[in-house]
């Protein structure tokens, strides 16, 4: 079996709906997201996939959808008023929580074709979720 991994550095705001705790509130964070990636044969490079693949399509599309941005439930009651100020969103329709979006990425890098097992979103530097297959 190999395995290839990549870390994706990205900023994101959220706040969990249901929550009774600090968290109820909007704010940030400088998550990682850590993608692994198996399979049992190699191309004709040595290759399971190009780290550059990887970039170009899951990378990238954390970059163009989830940085710099804020990630709420469609139920959040905040949104018509951040959506009237022009804010950046990515709307999901579940709490935005760690596991959620971790799940979110999983999903994402499937429906890329990539061969992804796990993703794990680091919210800070001592919490992650992880979600697998
Ligand atoms: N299982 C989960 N638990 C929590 C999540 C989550 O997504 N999944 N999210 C949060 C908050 O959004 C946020 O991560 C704050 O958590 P906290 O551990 O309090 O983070 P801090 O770094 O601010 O912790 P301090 O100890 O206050 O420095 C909460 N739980």
């Known amino acids: 079996m190999y395995r290839v991994t990549q870390e994706i550095e990205f900023c994101y705001g959220h706040r969990l709906l249901n929550y009774d705790g600090k968290c109820r509130h ?6 990682k997201a850590v993608l692994v990636l198996e399979g049992l044969e190699l191309d004709d490079r040595g290759m399971l996939i190009d780290f550059t693949d990887v970039k170009k399509k899951i990378r990238c599309w954390i970059e163009d959808n989830l940085d ?11 949104l018509p008023t951040l959506r009237e ?12 929580t760690a596991e959620n979006i971790a799940r979110l990425i999983f999903e994402e890098a499937q429906r ?4 992804v097992v796990e993703v794990k979103l680091w919210e800070t ?8 297959a």
């Open 26 to 31: 909007l704010h940030g964070h400088n998550g």
């Open 68 to 78: 710099h941005r804020m990630i709420l439930c469609e139920s959040d009651p905040v």
């Open 85 to 96: 100020m022009g804010e950046a969103l990515y709307i999901i329709d579940s709490n935005p």
């Open 112 to 115: 890329k074709g990539l061969p």
């Open 125 to 132: 530097s001592h919490s992650c979720a992880t979600y697998s």
